[in-house]
């Protein structure tokens, strides 16, 4: 992927909307969410894992073919680990999220510029909700808040 298809996607799309369609969150069914803190406590090592990208890009066109949508589905996830007496692996909670992010033109989209927007916009114009969601997801849970910073897109 060029940065020239990723600015000529740029110019052409319009930001519509971002919506999550679908998120969750859940503390390890094995622990008692009232003492979440102890898990976090003792010199404890925890480890954060992360997963993000966009899943699905679905281009509608116009019968008339004047105006273009471009909507895609962006998925992301996090969960904190720890490990047990025996190092296997404990998952102490995660939080998943899924947002449609809904783009207008007036011009169509050629595939490769379809994927270089794909891989270097959306998770850009997505991660403001994603990382609220997050934020928000630890405040209901009672555990310690979790730091998402800036999405630097990929420009490659």
Request: aromatic share 12%.
């Given at each position: 992927m060029t940065k020239s298809l990723i600015d000529t996607a740029k110019k052409k799309l319009n930001l519509v909307n971002v919506v999550m369609k679908n998120g969750s969150f859940a503390i390890n069914s094995d622990l008692k969410a009232t003492f979440i803190e102890e898990e976090f406590g003792d010199g404890r090592n925890t480890e954060t894992q992360t997963m993000c990208g966009v899943i699905q890009a679905y281009p509608l066109i116009a019968k008339d073919e004047s105006?273009?949508?471009?909507?895609?589905?962006?998925?992301?996830?996090?969960?904190?680990?720890?490990?047990d007496d025996e190092d296997n692996e404990i998952i102490i909670?995660?939080?998943?999220?899924?947002?449609e992010v809904s783009y207008n033109s007036?011009?169509?989209?050629r595939e490769e510029e379809l994927k270089a927007f794909a891989?270097?916009?959306v998770a850009f114009d997505a991660w403001p909700?994603?990382?609220?969601?997050?934020?928000?997801?630890?405040?209901k849970m009672g555990t310690p808040?979790?730091?998402i910073g800036g999405y630097i897109p990929n420009s490659n």
């Amino acid at each position: 992927m060029t940065k020239s298809l990723i600015d000529t996607a740029k110019k052409k799309l319009n930001l519509v909307n971002v919506v999550m369609k679908n998120g969750s969150f859940a503390i390890n069914s094995d622990l008692k969410a009232t003492f979440i803190e102890e898990e976090f406590g003792d010199g404890r090592n925890t480890e954060t894992q992360t997963m993000c990208g966009v899943i699905q890009a679905y281009p509608l066109i116009a019968k008339d073919e004047s105006q273009y949508a471009y909507i895609f589905e962006f998925e992301a996830a996090v969960r904190i680990l720890s490990k047990d007496d025996e190092d296997n692996e404990i998952i102490i909670f995660m939080i998943n999220g899924l947002f449609e992010v809904s783009y207008n033109s007036k011009e169509k989209l050629r595939e490769e510029e379809l994927k270089a927007f794909a891989n270097a916009q959306v998770a850009f114009d997505a991660w403001p909700y994603w990382r609220s969601f997050v934020h928000e997801s630890c405040s209901k849970m009672g555990t310690p808040r979790l730091r998402i910073g800036g999405y630097i897109p990929n420009s490659n």
